[in-house]
């Protein structure tokens, strides 16, 4: 995942706010996902934005999408230590294939 | 219900040798994908599938075999192990061309 470029690291404390930045390269992507890995685990689906919208918000997550600037970001309200993860975000390349990020490491210190 | 499941969890190997990683979906989902996870690079897509007997190479193929001769299975070869393919492989299945990614546990290989 070169092509898709994450800061490697995020510490925010408990109760304020992330926001993790990802830029892409395929201006034709149709979606582009924000992904979630806990330790020891595989990646779980947190939400998705349609290359079509500007920002979509789901509870405490905002994504906001610029596709002048192929920047698409994630901010999570309120960051819990639950929230400590790795994310990832990828981009669906032409119809079939999605290529990730390097991937951020978010540690929440209380 | 299972999911994805892989196979083996954890491997240790010696240079040279080959090497199968079982990847296995009880969904009938038709795309399968093979990804690598190294510090540094993330999540690099090594081959996957659209259906079976149709594969596809991904960013770093070289190395790798895949084949898919029935829908719930993709297994992933290296045919002879180097030390640059230590890592962690996780294998993925989507039910068609858009939407989630469903992950498996992953497998770590060591290779000596």
């Known amino acids: 995942g070169e092509d898709v470029e994450q800061s490697l690291f995020l510490s925010v404390r408990e109760g304020d706010s992330s926001v993790i930045n990802c830029t892409y390269t395929?201006?034709?992507?149709?979606?582009l996902y924000w992904y979630k890995q806990e330790p020891g685990a595989g990646l779980q689906l947190l939400t998705y934005i349609f290359s079509n919208m500007d920002m979509k918000q789901d509870q405490r997550l905002t994504v906001l999408l610029n596709k002048k600037d192929k920047h698409l970001s994630l901010r999570i309200a309120d960051t819990q230590t639950g929230d400590s993860a790795i994310y990832f975000c990828a981009e669906s390349m032409g119809t079939d294939k999605l290529i990730f990020g390097t991937g951020t490491r978010l540690q929440v210190f209380p | 219900d299972a999911g994805i499941t892989q196979s083996p969890r954890y491997k240790i190997t010696e240079t040279g040798r080959q090497v199968t990683l079982m990847c296995h979906q009880t969904w009938s989902h038709s795309y399968m994908f093979w990804y690598r996870q190294d510090l540094g690079h993330g999540l690099r897509l090594i081959y996957y599938?659209?259906?079976?007997?149709?594969?596809d190479k991904g960013e770093v193929p070289d190395g790798y075999v895949v084949s898919r001769s029935k829908t719930e299975n993709f297994p992933l070869t290296l045919e002879s192990a180097t030390r640059s393919q230590t890592s962690v492989y996780f294998c993925?299945?989507?039910?068609?061309?858009?939407?989630?990614?469903?992950f498996g546990e992953g497998s770590r290989l060591t290779v000596l």
């Open positions: 395929d201006s034709s992507s149709t979606y």
């Open positions: 599938s659209a259906a079976a007997d149709i594969t």
């Open positions: 993925a299945t989507r039910e068609g061309p858009t939407g989630e990614l469903f």
